[in-house]
């Protein structure tokens, strides 16, 4: 009872004293980046941590490799089978995580003070040697073309891929690369083994550590955790960042569905452009601030076309983009995409109010504290804080930052940024209601 009642005072202690906590740089070395948070409210650490090594870097013809490798990994290891690693986690609390984006790996580790040498132990062995035995193999490729199955009977996952094949046409981001049905059957065991092996490597892992550690123990964490792990030789993706679309397109795929769904893109911003926290509170204001937002407004409150819909920012390393996505009757599609961009060029040309921009501001200032709740919220955010290298005080002067956002900069960003043509909408349905739609076949 008094490790429950420490560990629920440490979770509600955590959002008021986030902006003022302490960061230490621990790296041992100027090959890896590690930061430490000291946490002694109770015996538990968290560590989250990034790899430059990501979906992307996967050999064109074995995409799907990446997604078999994360459902592979904690299904044994060299030392330990399926049953026995995975009763090893359950028995002693440990929480890992794998998790392989587009242009990064993280993976985290979440146990008792007590048992993290042997999470980190787990860990080191799952990097550097899977077990993949091939009934193991089998059942996880199953399961996986089982899901990929059941994805292609969604709307919403036909419209996302829709619009992710045409606006990054040409470039790897608009590939399949969680894998096809075709590649995911080819896919080998050492595939795996070699795509884990180019992925776990020591040399530029940026390790957040948050919890009951001090500096040599962390130091020593780094060291447990990436001990045997090759040296990652220097190296640079030949890849282009894609460019920004000027001239939007609608996009259509057909399927038999109630309600049709629709997804849109336009060009966005770097993570490091000084207007950064100004878009973040102008796409508050777009769609990402629910009931309060124009286009929830004017979709759903004015007109009931909708029950929600919403935008919001994605930043890669090769593209910048704002998204939306929005599901209405069939009958109402040409309505919605209309509201859209009716309301997208309103915006540009009208501007915004500043009780909108004040409203934007309180929000995106609380909810990102009271987000941080634990040991392991706290360790994803700083290592999310280190992969874009914002720096170690960006806790402390992202208030200031957004305090510093007016309405004239939002409204001379929104009109300088926001085109209505530059919209680009994919949109799965049942009718064809939209005659300058270009048809596209579905997966």
């Not at 930061?35 to 409210?41: F, K």
Request: charged fraction near 20%; proline fraction near 3%.
């Amino acid at each position: 009872m008094r490790f429950f009642i420490s560990l629920l005072c440490f979770c509600f202690c955590w959002s008021g004293v986030a902006s003022a906590m302490e960061i230490q740089d621990v790296s041992g070395t100027a090959k890896n980046q590690t930061w430490l948070v000291e946490n002694h409210h109770a015996p538990i650490v968290a560590v989250s941590f990034t790899f430059p090594y990501g979906e992307i870097d996967q050999p064109a013809d074995k995409y799907g490799v990446a997604t078999l490798m994360e459902a592979m990994f904690d299904e044994g290891t060299e030392q330990y089978s399926s049953t026995e690693f995975q009763k090893l986690l359950e028995d002693k609390a440990i929480n890992i995580g794998i998790s392989v984006g587009k242009d990064y790996t993280r993976g985290s580790i979440y146990v008792s003070k007590k048992n993290l040498p042997l999470a980190l132990t787990l860990y080191s062995q799952a990097m550097s040697g899977l077990r993949l035995e091939d009934k193991d193999l089998e059942r996880i490729r199953t399961a996986v073309l089982k899901q990929r199955d059941s994805s292609k009977n969604s709307p919403s996952w036909q419209a996302s891929e829709l619009l992710k094949h045409q606006y990054f046409k040409g470039h790897p981001y608009g590939a399949s690369l969680s894998g096809t049905t075709e590649s995911l059957k080819k896919i080998t065991a050492q595939d795996i083994r070699d795509f884990a092996h180019n992925l776990f490597q020591s040399g530029n892992v940026k390790i957040a550590v948050v919890g009951d550690m001090s500096v040599q123990e962390a130091q020593d964490l780094t060291e447990s955790l990436l001990t045997g792990l090759p040296e990652r030789a220097e190296q640079s993706r030949d890849l282009e960042t894609v460019p920004d679309v000027t001239k939007g397109t609608i996009y259509q795929g057909f399927m038999a569905v109630p309600q049709s769904v629709i997804y849109f893109a336009h060009p966005s911003l770097t993570r490091d452009d000084p207007n950064w926290f100004a878009l973040n509170v102008l796409n508050y204001i777009v769609g990402g601030g629910s009931f309060s937002s124009r286009l929830m407004q004017e979709v759903r409150v004015k007109r009931g076309l909708t029950y929600g819909i919403s935008t919001y920012l994605d930043v890669s390393n090769y593209s910048k983009t704002w998204y939306g996505a929005v599901s209405t009757a069939t009958a109402t599609v040409p309505d919605v995409v209309d509201l859209v961009q009716k309301t997208w060029n309103d915006i540009a040309v009208q501007g915004v109010t500043e009780e909108e921009v004040q409203a934007a501001k309180s929000y995106i200032k609380g909810v990102y504290y009271v987000s941080l709740r634990s040991n392991k919220d706290v360790a994803s955010r700083l290592s999310g804080v280190m992969q874009y290298g914002l720096g170690k005080d960006y806790f402390e002067t992202r208030l200031a930052d957004i305090d510093a956002v007016t309405v004239d900069q939002v409204n001379k960003l929104a009109k300088d940024l926001m085109q209505q043509d530059a919209l680009t909408f994919a949109i799965v349905g049942a009718a064809d209601l939209l005659p300058t739609a270009t048809k596209e076949p579905l997966q």
